[in-house]
């Protein structure tokens, strides 16, 4: 999980005071404006940078710009800041140089990329990862998903490791059913998909150890395979009439090169001669050596119809030459030639801000990728280049694209455009093409819509849908708060998220005992002044006022819990 770039440096937020302003009108920023409204902040929303004023910008504890658009996401920013020095101000923006650069400096608030948010979780579904690693106060944190060998409660199958979620199996009564955060005790059948969280050290006795990088080195052709590879791109890469046109000549030659081998008089020819005499007939470069002047009225006429035949078809093979070496042909088969050798590779379909930095992690991590893209003007394409990432032109809905990006070799697929039919269309063509690979070929799907992706991964089968939404949402929300994210990842179909919550004096927070904290929230870690990192506190462990409680848990959840470190100061 990568880590967004933010101006924090400590955990002692300042109290949320007024009402957070948020500009978009996109899902993310219609997710981000409902879930602090949910969570008790009254929410202005921003029509554009001429309303900051209005809006109430010099009283507010957050603005959000969460715009789909850099350049207004950006000047909403700089003037909030203007405006108001010590108001949380929350940036969304693609571009990677100006969010490294308004980062530094920002001031309270955080500058975020939602490719960069939301990456991890997709290429952790394609890699089939269960085990992620998340830092929280100096100490690496492992997650991991592990399936249940035996019925029993959690605390017996897994002795004192902290359970995070459990996805239930085929043998439970409701199979695909998320239980968040439950307790020890909580019951499990063989099958069930547990999750959970604790320190390398802890997870050793099970044989879990943290993701490792994986690298790869690129396989080296023998010149033989190499050589036929060349071949077999020109053919694919010419039109097929040239063939025709060069056949058609070829054997005008030969027959021209025999007839003057046995016809020619006055002197007589042998081969070579009469090859050449052809070749420059049919070129119309002679007749400096050799003329049909004394030759019988029957083979002057056939030059005749050299020279036009001639001329005719080296046009006609001259053209498509000139076709070949001017059009697109061979840049769009480039792609096609260079995924031919692939295998075990992982296709990314659709390359916007998103799709291009999956498929950079993925590249990064040793793993050879091809791109499927329909848009041939696309932005990223000289970044998907400079990455050595074959692209293949075509419609990801027609089988024909995923046989020249070898589907039967791929080991992972993630399907990432912006369009939630394309993706949705496309999950199902590669169900059908799959066949029988389709339980064991990882198909990652982006949809925006949190309830359409439930939807659809229940009805077609679905494992590995991802909302962008879902995923980036948490971060904004939670720095728009005060709730420092740490990460992000994802059980089944419902998304979790890390974060730490710095404990206020006299809030409900100061004095809480764990067992009274929401059902559905761990408090995995507690760090306080002058002491070692408390792990996994029991249920009779206290807050007080400066500890940090590093929580896991659906985000809302945390959000709440955020509110009720709060709400008396805010009361």
Known sequence: MSAPATSERTLTFPRVRGHAIVYGRDALALRIADELGSSGVRVVALEGVEGLRAAGVSKASAVVCAGTGDAQNL????????LNPNVRVVTRLVNDVIREAVARGNGPGAVLGVADLAAPSVVEACLRRTTHTVAAAGVDFVISESQVSRDGVLRDVFGDLAPVAVLEGEASPSPGNVVACPGRDFAVRQGDLTALIGTADE????GIAPPVSVVRRPRLRSPTSRLVSG????REDVNPTFFRALGVGLTLLAISTVLLRYAYQRPGMGFVDALYFSTETIATVGYGDFSFVDQPVWLRMFSIFLMFAGIATTAVVMAFVVDLLLSRRVAQNAGRRAVRDLTQHIIVVGIGSFGIRVAKDLKDAGYDVAVIERSESNRYLATAAELDIPIIFGDATLPATWDAARIDEAQAVAVLTQDDMVNIETGIVLRNRLGSRWPDVP???RVFDRDLGSAVAKRFGF???RSTVDLA???FIGAAMGLRVLGTFSVGQQSFTVGGVFVEEDSELDGLRMADLSTQTRVFAIERKAMPLQLHPRRDTRLSAGDTAYIVGPYRELLATLRQ???????
């Open 75 to 82: 000047e909403i920013a700089l003037l909030a800041r203007q």
């Open 203 to 206: 997870f050793e006795p099970y």
């Open 231 to 234: 071949l077999r791109a020109f």
């Open 443 to 445: 198909v990652v799907m």
């Open 463 to 465: 494992d590995h849908v």
């Open 473 to 475: 949402a948490p971060w």
């Open 565 to 571: 470190g709060r709400v008396r100061a805010e009361a």
